[in-house]
């Protein structure tokens, strides 16, 4: 049975190295990665040790094993990784309901990854209620970025809902800044 909880030791840490390096856009090939979705950033253990001082990260766990995360990331990881840093630059620079984002409460998916096998299942939505159950005293919102070629993610971002708000560009590749607004329930 997959139960959902928040990463409590190295060993899950390192679950999730695991089934991110399998992942890897630029390890799995561009056939694969349009048709089962990717990830694209590549996290350090150091790096996962530093973001979960501050908010330990959501995992599904089958038994012992790590099958699926969503990094959990807040302004304390800033300068930690560059994609993640470019990420708040550009978050900072936009509004929503007419306030400015720079000035709200917010916090980022670093990543969302589920294991081949247990797609199809909705762990992407149980995951993020429980980020949400977890977080939403906190925060406002919940943002994250969706590369555009992958079409699986998106999907599941807004079947959980979060919205398109602005897209932008890495790589030469076209991104959704997604939103989940933790106050319209």
């Given at each position: 049975?997959?139960?959902?909880?928040?990463?409590?030791?190295?060993i899950?840490?390192?679950?999730?190295?695991l089934?991110?390096?399998?992942?890897?856009?630029?390890?799995?090939?561009?056939?694969?990665?349009?048709?089962e979705?990717?990830?694209?950033?590549e996290?350090?253990?150091?790096?996962?040790?530093?973001m979960?001082q501050?908010?330990?990260?959501?995992?599904?766990?089958?038994g012992d094993?790590?099958?699926?995360?969503?990094?959990?990331?807040?302004?304390?990881?800033?300068?930690?990784?560059?994609?993640?840093?470019?990420?708040?630059?550009?978050?900072?620079?936009?509004?929503?309901?007419?306030?400015?984002?720079?000035?709200?409460?917010?916090?980022?998916?670093?990543?969302?990854?589920?294991?081949?096998?247990?797609?199809g299942?909705?762990?992407?939505?149980?995951?993020?209620?429980?980020?949400?159950?977890?977080?939403?005293?906190?925060?406002?919102?919940?943002?994250?970025?969706?590369?555009q070629?992958?079409?699986?993610?998106?999907?599941?971002?807004?079947?959980?809902?979060f919205?398109?708000?602005?897209?932008?560009?890495?790589?030469?590749i076209?991104?959704?800044?997604?939103?989940?607004?933790?106050?319209?329930?």
């Amino acid at each position: 049975m997959v139960e959902i909880v928040r990463v409590s030791n190295e060993i899950e840490l390192a679950g999730i190295r695991l089934l991110q390096r399998a992942n890897l856009r630029r390890l799995i090939g561009e056939a694969e990665a349009s048709r089962e979705g990717f990830v694209t950033a590549e996290y350090s253990t150091e790096t996962l040790q530093h973001m979960h001082q501050f908010q330990p990260s959501i995992i599904a766990k089958d038994g012992d094993a790590v099958v699926g995360y969503v990094i959990v990331t807040d302004k304390n990881s800033y300068g930690q990784h560059p994609l993640l840093d470019g990420l708040f630059d550009s978050i900072d620079l936009l509004s929503y309901d007419g306030a400015s984002l720079k000035k709200s409460n917010y916090i980022l998916v670093g990543q969302l990854c589920v294991g081949k096998a247990y797609r199809g299942i909705g762990l992407v939505q149980k995951m993020y209620c429980y980020y949400q159950q977890c977080l939403s005293k906190e925060y406002e919102y919940l943002i994250t970025d969706v590369a555009q070629d992958n079409p699986r993610s998106l999907k599941a971002h807004i079947k959980t809902g979060f919205q398109i708000m602005h897209t932008i560009g890495y790589g030469g590749i076209p991104w959704d800044i997604l939103l989940w607004d933790w106050n319209k329930k």
